[in-house]
């Protein structure tokens, strides 16, 4: 098994952009780079403190933006991350777009939400 990576359209008040983004189903929030978020005119909603692979603890600005996978559209949070941290797309951004990561095939699929 090895990564999945998939297209992330990305819209705020002043721009969109797309971005080729790793699948991280163990990140909680998706993360692009905070230029990014500044260039699409993105507004801050909260900061937030979120743990890092190597288990260090940091806090990163949360913001709302538009995106679009697929066809799917929703508003989503990201955080704001620094420049060269690799745009990740996680677990929250998954399930709001509908999907699941079929890790054999290195694809995303549609997944049906769940509710008790």
Known sequence: ???TYADLNLSGSSASDTL???VDSGATFT?????LGERLGLEVVREVEVELADGRVTVRQ???ANAEMEGIRSPIL???AEEGDI???GVTTLEVLGF???PIAER???RTAIEY
Do not use: N
Request: charged residues 20%; positive net charge.
């Open 20 to 22: 080729r983004c790793l």
């Open 108 to 110: 995303l699929e549609p």
């Open 78 to 80: 990201v955080t704001l």
């Open 31 to 35: 993360k692009i780079p905070s230029s």
């Open 87 to 89: 745009p990740l797309i």
């Open 100 to 102: 699941k990561v079929d």
């Open 62 to 64: 949360l913001a709302l």
């Open 1 to 3: 098994m090895g990564a």
